[in-house]
């Protein structure tokens, strides 16, 4: 198992930077994909960002390209992922997930991943 606990969200204005991190503990050798995703009141989960484990790979959607960068620092089995230039519409809970089975599947479908982190909140105000 691979137990995922997700940091550094909190209250910032329009324009501003955030920094979350995902920490992983546990069984981390069978991770494949670690995957951000957000989820706004009354809206779907939605995919933020992904990266390869052992590849390095990255995907975002086009709507946060640009703005969000994902990366990992190996010494701390630590998954960040850098927003800048944030944005009221950026408010929601933030979630970390990991494949730990190789699922075929698309990065950036909910269904490829099987652990998932308790959350983050970040808010954006106007």
């Known amino acids: 198992q691979v137990q995922l606990v997700e940091s550094g969200g909190g209250l910032v204005q329009a324009g501003g930077s955030l920094r979350l991190s995902c920490a992983a503990s546990?069984?981390?050798?069978?991770?494949?994909?670690v995957g951000w995703f957000r989820q706004a009141p009354g809206k779907e989960r939605e995919f933020v960002a992904a990266?390869?484990?052992?590849?390095?790979?990255?995907q975002y959607p086009d709507s946060v390209k640009g703005r969000i960068t994902i990366s990992r620092d190996n010494a701390k089995n630590t998954v960040n992922l850098q927003m800048n230039s944030l944005k009221p519409e950026d408010t929601a809970v933030y979630y970390c997930a990991a494949d730990t089975g190789g699922v075929l599947a698309p990065w950036d479908a909910k269904r490829k991943y099987d652990s998932w982190g308790q959350g983050t909140q970040v808010t954006v105000s106007s």
């Open positions: 546990g069984r981390t050798f069978s991770i494949y994909v």
């Open positions: 990266f390869g484990w052992n590849s390095g790979g990255t």
